[in-house]
């Protein structure tokens, strides 16, 4: 290989990824919620404590969406959030 063909090396941050993907799935469940006419932070909390997925609708897939993380990791971020944001 030509040493000017080299590109840079990339870094790659799994913590990083899975907090994204955690934003991202509380998003979509939170959108589908209320356009379902839902208060989104009743029915995640509701969730969250109990982890019976009744409290999600199955509108847009939000129910299997919100199962595709693991609820504890849901805790740990929001809970990482918001101390972050009240500290910082």
Not at 42 to 62: R, T, V
Request: glycine share 4%; hydrophobic share 35%; proline share 2%.
């Amino acid at each position: 290989m030509n040493r000017n063909d080299m590109s840079p090396t990339v870094s790659f941050n799994a913590d990083q990824v899975r907090r994204e993907n955690i934003r991202q799935v509380l998003i979509l469940v939170q959108n589908a919620l209320e356009e379902r006419g839902y208060n989104a932070i009743n029915q995640l909390a509701g969730y969250l404590i109990s982890n019976d997925p009744a409290y999600i609708s199955s509108h847009k897939n939000a129910r299997s969406i919100i199962q595709s993380v693991e609820r504890h990791e849901v805790i740990e971020e929001l809970v990482r959030f918001y101390l972050e944001e009240n500290n910082g």
